[in-house]
């Protein structure tokens, strides 16, 4: 008998028949003689309905309570989704991130877990219970509830499956698995059987949205069995793992990021300590700052451009004018109009001739590069916004050439 | 400095502009000095809507799920009255039922208080906060979330304002206080400026909902200072105390209570414990029987008819059927159309006349009356429900002419 953690997102408990149809994922699984764990988000637009309340009562609300108000609609989910189970026969019971022993840090909004208190857990399996577990919220010391931010519920059922030493976490999204390219967009997109946690880890950040990036992180480091499968489509997903047999295929995916905007600070000093003094301060207000280039000095001063995403371009004009006061609008140019292209595959580390391939075909395309970055797993490009699509396809036909 | 505990029900802050309104009470009653202490209940029709989405997937889900669920609309309503008092630039800090200490039996969905652990409660008023705290749930000993049923705001708040020891504990409604009778059907209603424990029960046992009765009983056990006024209009409401100025008013008010069906079992045996057959069950099945008449013997047969709410019309007939499974269906005759209309009043224990007087007035009137039952601060007459308001207006007329 093995113990399964299963998570699905908002849109698959939207309404009473989505609750239903997951409430037959899970039944399926549990009469297969399996324990099972149900991570569930809020249901549809719940957050986003909630927030606008807020918002119109008090934009500059606190994140206490706004961690307060939103982790509501998880409860609701759980109750709902515990009542489906109830319906069809199945001993359930839904279980609140406090309940469920969730302890985070204080850090509202954006809470990290520190542990899992799995006594009340433990005890609701040993009756063979399905439990049903509120994503995305924790407890403070201070027994106030925290929210681990968007997506976070893709943590929360990572974080159960090491805690709990699952033998899966299957997570049910939209889409039946990780393809090498969005299939909406790419026709010639191909479901992978197969990923390494560094490989989605890299695909996740450049804007692929299929798993939450911390989740990913916490999975590698648990060595966590994840699966990406669909809830509407019942069949076998992608599974994540360590390390994967080796294939011809080269790079592993194509992926394309909008929430991205470039700043450009000119005519800083060319000095020790300037790009600590701007990144020091971009860091404090949380901001992930991504791509990063800075030219070579030249009549003593140089310039720094770097990538954040669109929601950070005030915090990084705020940063840039507490770093360096003397600052004028000429010399602090943003863009928005931009999108990041990147390929990511674990076989790229081997073959020199990756990137030159992805450039050469951006190059037959006719499109610009304006930033390039890369890893060891990765290679990423920023292009004009509206040539973004064009270079996904252009990029996706070279790597992976329709037969 | 005085301590003041503020209820708000659910259409007080049903939408921005409401949560906006009980703020600026709030913070008006925080701005004369005094501690304050917010208890509300769900946004509006929040809980019926919650309900509607489970009967949809599970009419029958437990009650445990319930209050799972149920119980997210107050953490609503906290969070936002919070973020608005924030607005206000006041320290504040909403508190679930469980992080308020209230502590409950596992009687999910009609759960009563056992206790309120007031750490919390007093470490936050020592930083000079306003709480702000869900009415209506607690948690029990296995650390799941209950509900005090319907209306158990009122008595999160009473239950509030004795373990603090709260000067003062406001019950704002969308009336301006009590009645002599219901001020939109009968013209000539009379605010009163005070009402004592005893009256303000048999009033809302009778049908004046305006305090939840499991709130007041627990006022005047512990003596709480309650006092019952509006979230719209700004002026004193009415005192419910221990005991009040003896006044000429011989009672406090008339009440209607369509809630009510009569219920009569037929030729049932006449020999002892054939009530206790009938009642014992109806009260394991938690229905609460109100007014019981019982005929004499005749041909070794007698009558039983009672009253009991119109959702308990099938359990009282499980109930009559369980202890006489001879029962035919022409021996049990159920009325829904019936209304009940009571008169109450301390002042009637001493003044023997009161009862003639009620039945003079509906004789007057022309209204039969079907049956009686009197307490000795309360005369209820059941009457059929074509003729209730005009029974109510008669009665009032009658002990409280208009000038």
Chains 1, 2 share one sequence.
């Not at 199945?90 to 909004?109: K, R």
């Not at 433990?122 to 509120?134: F, N, P, R, T, Y």
Request: aromatic share 4%; with cysteine.
């Amino acid at each position: 008998m093995a113990l399964i953690v299963q998570k699905f997102g908002g849109s698959s408990v939207a309404n009473a028949e989505c609750v239903n149809r997951v409430a037959g994922i899970v039944a399926d699984t549990y009469a297969e003689g399996n324990d099972v764990v149900v991570v569930v988000s809020a249901q549809g637009d719940t957050t986003d309905d909630l927030i606008d309340k807020a918002n119109e009562i008090n934009p500059n609300h606190s994140r206490r309570e706004h961690d307060m108000l939103v982790s509501a609609g998880e409860q609701i989910s759980i109750a709902l989704l515990a009542m489906a189970l109830e319906k069809i026969g199945l001993p359930v019971i839904s279980l609140l991130g406090w309940q469920a022993g969730f302890s985070t840090n204080s850090n509202h909004t954006f809470a990290r877990i520190k542990k899992i208190e799995k006594e009340r857990l433990m005890s609701e399996l040993d009756q063979h219970k399905i439990i049903v577990v509120a994503g995305f919220q924790g407890l403070n010391k201070y027994d106030d509830i925290t929210t681990l931010g968007r997506g976070g519920s893709d943590t929360s059922a990572v974080a159960l499956a090491a805690a709990l030493h699952a033998d899966k976490c299957q997570i049910f999204t939209d889409v039946t698995g990780v393809y090498t390219a969005d299939p909406r967009k790419v026709p010639g997109a191909v479901k992978l059987d197969e990923i390494t946690y560094d490989e989605m880890l890299e695909l996740a950040s450049c804007g692929a949205q299929v798993l939450n990036n911390r989740s990913v992180e916490m999975a590698k480091k648990y060595n966590v069995n994840l699966e990406v499968l669909s809830s509407i489509k019942r069949e076998p997903g992608t599974i994540v793992k360590e390390a994967i047999k080796l294939e011809k295929m080269l790079i592993r995916g194509v992926a394309k990021d909008n929430d991205v905007v470039r700043v450009s600070v000119l005519r800083l000093p060319d000095q020790p300590g300037i790009a600590f003094k701007l990144f020091s301060r971009l860091a404090a207000k949380n901001v992930n700052v991504d791509i990063i280039l800075q030219s070579a000095g030249r009549d003593g001063t140089k310039d720094i451009t770097f990538t954040v995403p669109l929601s950070a371009e005030d915090q990084a004009r705020e940063a840039a004018l507490a770093a360096f006061p003397d600052l004028t609008d000429d010399d602090f140019i943003v863009d928005a109009g931009v999108s990041k292209i990147s390929i990511v595959g674990a076989g790229m580390e081997t073959h020199p001739g990756t990137a030159s391939q992805m450039f050469e075909a951006l190059y037959d395309a006719n499109i610009n590069i304006q930033m390039i970055s890369t890893s060891e797993i990765k290679i990423s490009v920023l292009v004009d916004e509206k040539d973004a699509d064009k270079a996904v396809s252009a990029v996706h036909e070279s790597f992976f050439p329709e037969d």
